[in-house]
Nanobody
Framework: QVHLVESGGGLVQPGGSLRLSCTAS????????MGWYRQTPGKQRELVAE???????NFADSVNSRFIISRDNAGNTVHLQMNNLKPEDTAVYYC?????????WGRGTQVTVSS
């Protein structure tokens, strides 16, 4: 059974930083594309950043140059370092693990950017 557990969300002031982490179990982590998505009420879930098994990275234009995604295959963990946060980054952030066969989601962690 696949489990994705996110941590690191919270309340931060504009311009601040947060680091999200997602630890996976039940998968061969190194073979999966790992990603972070976010969703606000009434809107579709959107890709924030993803990193493939080979290390290729894709970012949403809105976060490029502010966010950094990395993976630790030994620890089955993917991180999202979020810098210079803006109020529009406020959302529930979801961890995603996907292969050609399956697509798995975590339960999400709330990130709120407000003064």
């Amino acid at each position: 059974q696949v489990h994705l557990v996110e941590s690191g969300g919270g309340l931060v002031q504009p311009g601040g930083s947060l680091r999200l982490s997602c630890t996976a179990s039940g998968i061969i982590f190194s073979t999966y594309t790992m990603g972070w998505y976010r969703q606000t009420p009434g809107k579709q879930r959107e890709l924030v950043a993803e990193i493939t098994s080979g290390g290729s990275i894709n970012f949403a234009d809105s976060v490029n140059s502010r966010f950094i995604i990395s993976r630790d295959n030994a620890g089955n963990t993917v991180h999202l370092q979020m810098n210079n946060l803006k109020p529009e980054d406020t959302a529930v952030y979801y961890c995603n693990a996907r292969s050609i066969y399956v697509n798995n989601w975590g339960r999400g962690t709330q990130v709120t950017v407000s003064s």
